[in-house]
C-alpha cells in the first residue's frame, strides 16, 4: 500500500511539473482562497481539488491556494475579487455571499434537508444550476457557481443555560447570529432573542454572558474551544445543512478549452466529494470530546422535532415575501427535496426486502 501511495504521489508531481499542453507554452494559474485555516473542511477540498485538477490537465492548469485572509477578509470583498477577475476561486457560506445573492439563504431555511443522503443528492442536482443561473444573471455574468459542499457538518443550536428540548425552551435565550435577516428571524421564531456578535467576539460574548447560544457545527464548537467559555449544552436538531458555496470568475472558466473545463469540474467534483466526507470524519472526535468535557448531547424525539419545524415555518413564508429570487429558489429546492426523497424511498423499498 504505501508503494502504491508513493508511486501515485510521484506521478502526480510529475504530471504537475510536466510541460503545459497549451499551444503558446504556458499554464494558466488559478488564484484560490478560502477565509478559514488549515484545519478547515475548506483546505480539504481545496487540497483535492489542486491535486486532481493539476495532475489531469497535465500541467496546463496551477491552483495557488491563499488560506486566510491574504486576498480579500470579507465576502463581499472577495466575491467582488471573484467578479473583477483578481480572485478566481472563492468559497462562502450562504451567509457571506447573502449581500450580493440574498437566495443563497435558502441553504438556511430550517428542516427542510432531513439528513446527509437528502443534502448531498440535492447538492448534486439541478437545484445548484437552477442556483447558478441566477447568480450568473445577478452577477452579469461575472461570478459561476461551481458547486456547493459542506463547512461543518449541520447546523444545531447549543447554549450556555439549560438543555432544549422543544421549542419551548428557547424562550428568552440570547442566541448568537450573523447580520443576515434569515437567522435572526428563525431565533425569533423560535422565542429567542437574536443578537449579531463577529465571529471572532463569540467566544468572550459568551464568558460575559452578552450571548447565551449558537447556531452551529460541533467542529466549529470545538474547534474554537466554546465550552471552555461555558457552551455546555448541543441539542441535535440538525436545523440546517451547513453548505459551502464556491464560486469561480465566469470569464476565466470559460476561457479554458473545453477539455480543461470538463478538468475543473471534475476537480470541483472531487472537492465537493472531499468536504462531504470531512465533517462526518472530524465530528466523530469533536462529539467525543464535547461529552468528556461535561457537555450535555439531547437527541430530539421525532415528535419534538416536528414542533421545531412547526414553530419555524413562518420564517419560509418571511423568505418568499422578503428576498429577491425568494420564490424561484426555494421552489426549486423543495422540489428537488421531493425528488430526492422519493427516490430514496423507492431504493430503502428495494434494499430492505
Known amino acids: 500500500m504505501m508503494k502504491c501511495l508513493a508511486t501515485a504521489g510521484m506521478i502526480a508531481a510529475y504530471t504537475m511539473a510536466a510541460a503545459p499542453v497549451y499551444a503558446d507554452g504556458h499554464s494558466i494559474t488559478l488564484r484560490a482562497t478560502a477565509n478559514s485555516n488549515e484545519n478547515d473542511e475548506d483546505y480539504d477540498g481545496l487540497i483535492v481539488f489542486k491535486n486532481y485538477v493539476e495532475a489531469a490537465s497535465n500541467g496546463a492548469i496551477n491552483v495557488e491556494l491563499f488560506i486566510g485572509t491574504q486576498l480579500c477578509s470579507t465576502g463581499a470583498e472577495c466575491l467582488e475579487g471573484v467578479s473583477e477577475g483578481s480572485i478566481d476561486i472563492y468559497i462562502s457560506t450562504s451567509g457571506g455571499a447573502a449581500g450580493i445573492f440574498p437566495y443563497v439563504q435558502v441553504l438556511d431555511l430550517p428542516y427542510l434537508m432531513a439528513d446527509d443522503r437528502v443534502a448531498e443528492a440535492v447538492l448534486q442536482g439541478d437545484f445548484v444550476r437552477e442556483m447558478r443561473d441566477m447568480a450568473l444573471e445577478t452577477s452579469d455574468d461575472t461570478i459561476r457557481l461551481m458547486t456547493i459542499g459542506n463547512t461543518g457538518g449541520w447546523r444545531n443550536f447549543a447554549n ?12 428568552g435565550l440570547k442566541i448568537r447570529t450573523v447580520v443576515a435577516d434569515l437567522p ?18 463569540l467566544f468572550t460574548s459568551f464568558q460575559t454572558g452578552v450571548v447565551e447560544g449558537s447556531k452551529n457545527g460541533i467542529t466549529d464548537i470545538m474547534g474554537m474551544k466554546f465550552p471552555d467559555a461555558g457552551l455546555q449544552y448541543v441539542t441535535l436538531d440538525g436545523h440546517a445543512y451547513m453548505g459551502a458555496l464556491w464560486w469561480m470568475n465566469n470569464e476565466q472558466f470559460l476561457g479554458l478549452d473545453e477539455a480543461n473545463r470538463r478538468v475543473v469540474m471534475d476537480g470541483f467534483y472531487a472537492l465537493q466529494q472531499a468536504t462531504f466526507a470531512s465533517p462526518k470524519r472530524n465530528s466523530i472526535q469533536a462529539y467525543a470530546d464535547f461529552v468528556a468535557g461535561g457537555g450535555n448531547l439531547y437527541v430530539p424525539s421525532p415528535e419534538e422535532k416536528a414542533m421545531f ?7 419560509q413564508d418571511w423568505f418568499r415575501a422578503n428576498v429577491d429570487g425568494g420564490d424561484q429558489i426555494l421552489d426549486a429546492l423543495i422540489a ?3 425528488d430526492v ?11 430492505l426486502n
Do not use: F
Not at 184 to 201: F, H, N, Y
Not at 342 to 348: E, F, G, M, Q, S
Open 160 to 171: 450556555t443555560v439549560r438543555p432544549v428540548q422543544t421549542p419551548a425552551d428557547m424562550e
Open 184 to 201: 435572526q428571524e428563525l431565533v425569533r421564531a423560535l422565542g429567542a432573542s437574536p443578537t449579531p456578535i463577529p465571529w471572532p467576539e
Open 309 to 315: 419545524a412547526e414553530a419555524a415555518a413562518p420564517v
Open 341 to 351: 426523497e422519493a427516490d430514496l424511498a423507492a431504493a430503502y423499498d428495494a434494499d
Open 336 to 338: 428537488a427535496v421531493g
